[in-house]
């Protein structure tokens, strides 16, 4: 096939788009990466990763449910071996699992199953269970969610009742509704399941603990007594398609009492129950996958981001501005170029960086946090409770939209799954519901918030960091802000200001319909309303911090460019997203928007002419991106070809005939074979 002029023009353009960058991509990177030390680890697993044909994605697309999950048990089987192989430590291998993105049902085993018994369980439980599960002699899931409960944790209906005589605890689903649902891992490949369930002991029962339960035997992986278990089956969108969701019902099963993690609970032979020190202490392991997921946010939607702004570089359509004659002497317009697709993915850009910037500020949180609960110390846990799940909430739900709007903005193309964003939104989308539904996480948020205003309230000192906006309210004034020109709104401090002034408002404005009478219970948008304002001061506050320390390191060179994406994550949340609470609370006036407007056409300009090395700057290889149509050599439409040819329906395989076959029965029925030749068609 004869090489094409478009098809050598993408090169150039996407040659010519990374020729622009104002910065070196490559210490955006190695910053965005956590620094040189790190960048060389990921390189060593990338090396790794790349020479595995085990972990080639690309005849998944073709292969049923069952041969994707049986792959990936193989994957999961050859990263063991790999381990042994290479001698890897425990942090590189987690590196190499988080690299392949190939979820296999051993995920939750070495996410939540490990860590919760590393932070929940006595030394002497650590020492059994974690080793054991080290050594892949035992493979955990953690069992929380319910066929009827999933969000209200408290209403669980599992339970576990102390045998005084025995000495040991009986798991019991007392009917249907009690049965463990959406469990990871648990479908085909668990042995053992770190349970959530209500401790009963002497008739008290004294709210959900967890237990270490036997579910198959690692001997011959029968299903222990007293124990149904099973996959639930396909997932919405195809998503986690590699991961076997499960089912557990408990039929009175009886486990040692040591069984239950005793770190911070304990239960005495003669079953007294002794609380521990504080009783949030155990909420350590549920903050840690919500920081978890927040990380994972902004890296998702950078990845969408980078094959939607690749293939909009390198994609060109009719003539901008628009002609309507059928001009051949020059080149159709690029893609990005048009207004509608960068005021689509260049404030996507922008939240891209404002996540994970968000993401590193809450996991040093999270480990000072964890350094403070290992000494029964739990001062920081509210603040780091609410901000994790604020963060959750802002991130899952911006991330799963930015990703979806990456897709449309792509085009037709973009709905084949060898765009790469459609496995990106299928297996990000469901974080909007697991570990907490968002809706029901604003409202703890909003609960934090209105106890910080109790404080202002009562003229008390404002004990939060996160939320020491509230001091606006001290000022008595309603007043919107006064813009003494254009350019003031690129100042850091007034974008803070004015951020702080509406979520202010907005606390003080639930506080008094609460004080009015109105029940909480109707309240719940206005507590979403809240969460997102909170949010949003919370990360403008951290990239606004990250500019002044990038200016003051040895990387000051990239502070321009992070003011800019700094600046273009305020003026597009200022400016279009939230603007009706911006406006809706007094904090701008109508008559500012037009030169706010003004001023956030000027920063999708800055960003766009920096897109391609700004998502080069997020240091993705192609197999990580596992896409056709984002490619770093920007040669889509071959990538998208070669793709398709692997499809079995276009070989000679069994299943082309077999469809083969069942198309001629249609077009042979009746006479058809002969009317077809005296038809001559």
């Not at 603990?209 to 198959?216: A, D, E, G, S, T």
């Not at 083969?660 to 001559?680: F, P, Q, T």
Request: with cysteine; hydrophobic share 40%; glycine share 6%.
């Amino acid at each position: 096939m004869a090489e094409n002029k478009h098809l050598q023009q993408m090169s150039t353009d996407m040659t010519e788009a990374r020729s622009k960058a104002t910065f070196n991509t490559d210490a955006m990177t190695t910053l965005l990466r956590g620094g040189p030390e790190a960048v060389a680890k990921l390189n060593k697993i990338r090396a790794i990763a790349e020479q595995e044909p085990l972990f080639d994605k690309s005849k998944i697309p073709y292969q049923s449910r069952q041969d994707q999950l049986y792959h990936s048990l193989q994957v999961a089987k050859r990263l063991i071996e790999i381990v042994e192989e290479q001698n890897l430590e425990d942090e590189d291998f987690g590196s190499l699992f988080k690299y392949l993105e190939l979820f296999t049902p051993l995920a939750l085993h070495y996410s939540a199953f490990m860590p919760v018994v590393q932070s929940q369980g006595t030394p002497e439980q650590v020492d059994k269970w974690w080793t054991a599960s080290k050594r892949h002699a035992v493979i955990g899931c953690y069992a929380q969610t319910e066929l009827s409960h999933g969000s209200n944790v408290m209403g669980l209906n599992t339970v576990a009742v102390f045998d005084e005589k025995t000495d040991e605890f009986v798991i019991n689903s007392p009917d249907l509704t009690a049965a463990k649902w959406w469990i990871g891992g648990l479908g085909v490949a668990a042995t053992h399941a770190v349970v959530q369930a209500q401790l009963i002991s002497k008739g008290k029962n004294y709210g959900p603990h967890l237990f270490i339960v036997p579910i198959r035997s690692p001997v011959d992986l029968k299903p222990c007594k007293g124990i149904k278990v099973g996959d639930i089956g396909p997932k919405a969108y195809g998503g986690f398609a590699t991961t076997d969701n499960g089912f557990a019902l408990f039929d009175h099963v009886r486990i040692p009492r040591d069984n239950m993690l005793m770190k911070f609970a304990k239960m005495t032979p003669q079953g007294e129950y002794i609380p521990p020190v504080h009783n949030k202490l155990s909420y350590g392991s549920m903050v840690k996958l919500r920081v978890d997921i927040v990380n994972n946010a902004g890296w998702q939607l950078a990845k969408a981001v980078t094959i939607a702004t690749r293939y909009c570089t390198v994609r060109r359509q009719f003539h901008n501005p628009i002609s309507f004659k059928n001009d051949t002497t020059r080149l159709e317009s690029q893609v990005i170029s048009y207004s509608s697709v960068q005021h689509r993915l260049m404030p996507l850009l922008a939240t891209s960086y404002a996540l994970m910037v968000a993401g590193e500020s809450l996991f040093a949180d999270f480990q000072e946090l964890l350094n403070q609960l290992e000494v029964n110390d739990a001062k920081m846990l509210p603040e780091v409770h609410a901000t994790s799940c604020a963060l959750k909430i802002y991130s899952t739900r911006r991330a799963t939209d930015g990703v979806e709007e990456c897709r449309k903005a792509m085009g037709g193309h973009g709905y084949s799954i060898f765009s790469g964003v459609s496995e990106i939104f299928a297996t990000f989308v469901p974080a909007n519901t697991y570990e907490g539904d968002n809706y029901v996480l604003s409202q703890q948020v909003a609960r934090f918030l209105l106890k910080q205003l109790q404080n202002v309230v009562q003229g008390k000192k404002i004990t939060s960091g996160s939320a020491d906006y509230l001091a606006y309210l001290a000022e008595g004034t309603t007043d919107t802000f006064n813009f003494t020109s254009h350019e003031q709104i690129l100042d850091p401090q007034v974008q803070l200001k004015l951020f702080g002034m509406r979520a202010a408002r907005l606390v003080a404005d639930l506080g008094q319909q609460l004080q009015a009478g109105r029940e909480w219970s109707d309240l719940n948008i206005e507590c979403w309303t809240l969460s997102f304002a909170h949010t949003e001061y919370l990360i403008l506050k951290q990239l606004i911090q990250k500019v002044e320390t990038l200016k003051n390191s040895e990387q000051a060179a990239l502070a321009p460019v992070f003011k800019s994406i700094s600046d273009l994550f305020c003026l597009s949340t200022l400016g279009y997203t939230n603007m009706a609470t911006f406006l809706s609370t007094s904090t701008i006036s109508p008559s500012d928007l037009s030169s706010l407007n003004e001023q956030y056409r000027k920063s999708i300009a800055q960003i766009t002419a920096n897109a391609i090395p700004l998502t080069d700057g997020f240091g993705f290889s192609d197999r990580e991106l596992n896409t056709a149509l984002g490619k770093s050599d920007g040669r889509a439409y071959e990538a998208l070809w070669e793709a398709v040819q692997k499809n079995p329906v276009n070989s000679d395989s069994a299943e082309s005939v077999r469809l083969s076959n069942l198309v001629l029965e249609i077009l042979h029925r009746g006479d058809n074979l002969k009317y077809l030749k005296a038809a001559k068609i």
